[in-house]
């Protein structure tokens, strides 16, 4: 079970980098002119894919169980703060 958690924490802090890295000012873009847009399109697909295998594989216990995990992470984080 650590490691589905660890999974999926990966996949938190994944999603919270995209999410960054969204309202990054398009001043700082290249204008797609040095190809690496395409690269990171195909990169997040082929990961979008991995991770939607990975969670389709899992039961409603273990989806549950990740999220109450999660939740208990978010509380103690923030117990400490």
């Not at 079970?1 to 996949?11: H, T, W």
């Not at 960054?20 to 190809?35: F, K, P, R, S, V």
């Not at 690496?36 to 991995?50: K, L």
């Amino acid at each position: 079970m650590g490691r589905m958690k660890e999974k999926f924490m990966d996949e938190q802090q994944r999603r919270d980098a995209e999410m960054q890295n969204q309202y990054l000012d398009d001043g700082y873009c290249c204008g797609q002119q040095c190809g690496c847009h395409e690269e990171n399109e195909a990169n997040a697909a082929a990961y979008a894919a991995e991770y939607d295998a990975w969670w389709n594989s899992l039961t409603d216990d273990q989806k549950e169980q990740l999220f109450k995990d999660r939740d208990d992470s978010e509380k103690e984080y923030y117990e400490r703060s």
